[in-house]
Structure formats: C-alpha cells, structure tokens
C-alpha cells in the first residue's frame, strides 16, 4: 500500500475512534446507547456530556459536532442503517486541523486532499448507499 494510502487510512481510523469515544461519552454520562434522535432523549441542540462541562457537542442536521476537553474536535453525520464510522475529505480535514500530531501524516489540507481523492481513485473507500441518501465514504473492510 503506498505511504500516502496508509496516512490516510491512519487518519480515518483515528477520525472513527474519536467518534466512537464521543459515543460512548453519550452513554457513560447521558446513559444514551441510540441519540440519533437527540430531540426525543431530552438533549438540548447543545451541550456538555462531563460533569466539568469540559466536554461539549451540537448537534447539526444528521451529525454532531463533539469538542474533547483537550481542544480537538471530531464531526460526524449519521449514515447508512445509523452508522457513524463514514466519512469525507471536509470532516477529515476539519479533524486534522485540530490535531497537531497529523502534521506528521499530511503536512498540509493539499496533501490530504490529494491523498483523499487518490483512495477514492484506487477503492480504497467507497461510497456504497448513495442511493440510499448517504454520500459518507467507508473502507472498503468495514463493509
């Protein structure tokens, strides 16, 4: 696998573990296993999900937008069957410019989106339920 391929891989993998860890904020402290449907549950738009309020979120049309207590930010839309684990080059790139240390895998926004759009070429990722109204990109492994 070329070395920019698995740079970008690297980053997915991290943009999927940051969500997964938002998610399960949501359940340790709002005891929210399915907040999709944040309305119903009783969330605000907005919000802490830490007893510090060091942890916030917003919610946006079919995603969330979740700020760690370390600065970094990871923002996510809903996909196919509820799935958070999509993608795209803007939520990649928005994720990586709040991390310093992914300067090591792209030292720019250009050289990612280059990276981005050479994994597309190559199917890496796909895009398998636009059909279904999800234009998230996933690896081709998780599918």
């Given at each position: 696998m070329p070395?920019?391929?698995?740079?970008?891989v690297t980053l997915i993998r991290e943009f999927q573990s940051s969500v997964a860890r938002a998610a399960e904020m949501f359940r340790q402290h709002r005891g929210l296993s399915d907040f999709r449907d944040w309305r119903s549950n009783g969330l605000g738009q907005?919000?802490?999900?830490?007893?510090?309020?060091?942890?916030?979120?917003?919610?946006?049309?079919?995603?969330?937008?979740?700020?760690?207590?370390?600065?970094s930010v990871v923002d996510w839309d809903w996909g196919h069957n509820g799935?958070?684990?999509?993608?795209?080059?803007?939520?990649?790139?928005?994720?990586?410019?709040?991390?310093?240390?992914h300067r090591e895998?792209?030292?720019?926004?250009?050289a990612l989106?280059?990276?981005?759009?050479?994994?597309?070429?190559?199917?890496?990722?796909?895009?398998?339920?636009?059909d279904q109204h999800d234009s998230l990109y996933y690896l081709k492994e998780d599918i």
């Open positions: 070395e920019a391929h698995q740079s970008i907005s919000g802490t999900v830490d007893d510090a309020g060091s942890m916030r979120y917003y919610f946006h049309g079919i995603g969330c937008a979740f700020h760690f207590a370390d600065g799935r958070y684990d999509g993608f795209d080059e803007w939520r990649l790139l928005g994720f990586w410019e709040t991390r310093l240390h895998l792209f030292p720019d926004a250009p989106k280059r990276a981005f759009a050479d994994a597309v070429t190559a199917g890496r990722f796909i895009s398998p339920w636009r």
